[in-house]
């Protein structure tokens, strides 16, 4: 099933989508909530409104947000190691990689409040001039649960959708020096969308195992980078359960799979690529990620005012 969350006169609603109509849930009733229900009780109420909506009504007539708008937390992962290479390339060093690279899979948390709607404007960070966008797939959680084994973690997983890591390079290169994580340079947006689709829908997907989605970002009507989520080096399941080691995972929870390689600006910065470098973003370019199974996003960058100054701390 394909699940949405839009706006209307009611406010928030959650509906299923079946080709381009939404069988509405009454109003109050939102996808978070159904998502604790499990990924049967997930099902059991995406048939009762197929078969008995609140209303019917098409997705172009309505606003469609963020499948979970708020969701409990989110971990944006590292899962393809050639991003980080051609990252590594892109800026001057060498594509080797540390073995902790190849020990534990990286991720970090990212900002729940800033999440986007799939066509929502994209603000850029406040002080930024390297805004950037990171094509990635994210995994839904469904079922609580710590200390999650590999299988257990995939068991986990309710559904699936497209999630834009909205990055501002200048920024964090700067907070890298800081060696303590992300911070401003990717917390000023998150975008999910256009809708959750749940796990079970994308099994024909799925390749020895892995799931194997098709993917395209574009910039202003020109392809920036192709991928396959098969390259992952790192799956889902790997990723879940070491973030639950001694750690309670919540349904709702979104774990980003880490940028597809070549679906970002950055990586163009290396001249080995096919794909020129086209410059970061600005005010008025439209980014547009697709994903096979997944649909599409597509979003207007949109300029930011100035940051309010910090006054220097003067040197000992």
């Known amino acids: 099933m394909r699940w949405v969350t839009y706006r209307d006169e009611d406010g928030e609603r959650t509906g299923v989508l079946d080709g381009d109509v939404i069988h509405a849930l009454p109003p109050g009733v939102t996808l978070l909530e159904l998502i604790r229900l499990g990924a049967d ?6 048939e009762r409104a197929l078969n008995s909506p609140s209303e019917k009504l098409r997705a172009d007539q309505v606003v469609l947000m963020a499948p979970i708008p708020r969701p409990p937390s989110i ?39 800033t999440v986007l709607g799939p066509y929502d404007d ?13 094509l990635e797939v994210a995994a839904i959680i469904g079922t609580a649960g710590a200390n999650l084994s590999v299988e257990q973690a995939e068991r986990a997983i309710i559904g699936y959708t ?17 060696a303590i994580g992300q911070a401003k340079g990717k917390d000023s947006g998150v975008t999910l969308g256009p ?10 997907y ?3 195992g892995k799931l194997s989605l098709h993917v395209t970002a574009i910039v202003n009507d020109v392809i920036v980078g192709t991928g396959s989520t098969d390259a992952m080096d790192w799956s889902f399941g790997e ?4 973030a639950s080691r001694g750690v309670p995972l919540e349904p709702g929870d979104v774990f980003g799979s880490g940028t597809v390689p070549t679906c970002t600006l950055l990586e163009h910065l290396d001249p080995a690529l096919p794909q020129p470098f086209p410059g970061w973003l600005s005010d008025g370019d439209v980014v547009t990620l697709q994903v096979q199974g997944l649909g599409e996003v597509r979003q207007t960058v949109r300029a930011s005012a100035a940051p309010i100054p910090l006054a220097e701390r003067p040197r000992p």
Not at 122 to 134: H, K, R, V, W
Not at 239 to 242: L, P, R, T
């Open 162 to 178: 497209i999630f834009n890591d909205w990055s501002a390079r200048d920024l964090q290169a700067q907070e890298g020096v800081l």
């Open 195 to 204: 809708y959750l689709v749940t796990a079970d829908e994308l099994e024909p």
């Open 41 to 46: 009780g997930l099902r059991d109420a995406g």
């Open 122 to 134: 994209a603000p850029m960070a406040p002080g930024s001039l390297c805004q950037d966008f990171e």
């Open 75 to 113: 971990r944006d992962s590292l899962c393809f190691l050639d991003h980080m290479r051609n990252c590594l390339a892109a800026t001057g060093r060498s594509r080797d990689l540390d073995d902790t690279w190849y020990r534990i899979p990286a991720f970090y948390f990212a900002c729940p409040t």
């Open 206 to 208: 799925r390749r020895d």
């Open 239 to 242: 990723v879940i359960s070491y």
